[in-house]
């Protein structure tokens, strides 16, 4: 008798840990499949991201956000703005009421 209720309990904690388990694996799964871009940040990199923030400010001849210079641009946020600063020291750029415009 002593071994059947052994067996039971040995059972019943199996369930128990699988169970757990795959609650684990379910909650884990999102935040797995959300993938982060890594960006590589260096003079060469920059220099790009800058170029292209530059051609898309002088493709729309007006002022324009950094979200937009980004959709224009067609690169991330962050980008835009590693980009912005290489032009801002370079002295290409005038910052006016929240709006980025070329000099």
Sequence with gaps: ???????????????????????????????????????????????????????ALAAAEKALSVKEIAKAAKISEEETLLGLGWLFKEGKLVNAEEKITLA
């Excluded at 067996?7 to 935040?31: G, S, W």
């Design 1 to 55: 008798m002593a071994e059947k209720k052994a067996t039971t309990k040995k059972a019943t904690e199996t369930k128990t840990t699988a169970a757990k388990k795959e609650t684990v694996k379910k909650v884990a799964a999102p935040k797995a499949a959300a993938k982060k871009e890594t960006l590589a940040v260096n003079a060469e990199n920059i220099g790009f991201k800058a170029g292209d923030v530059y051609q």
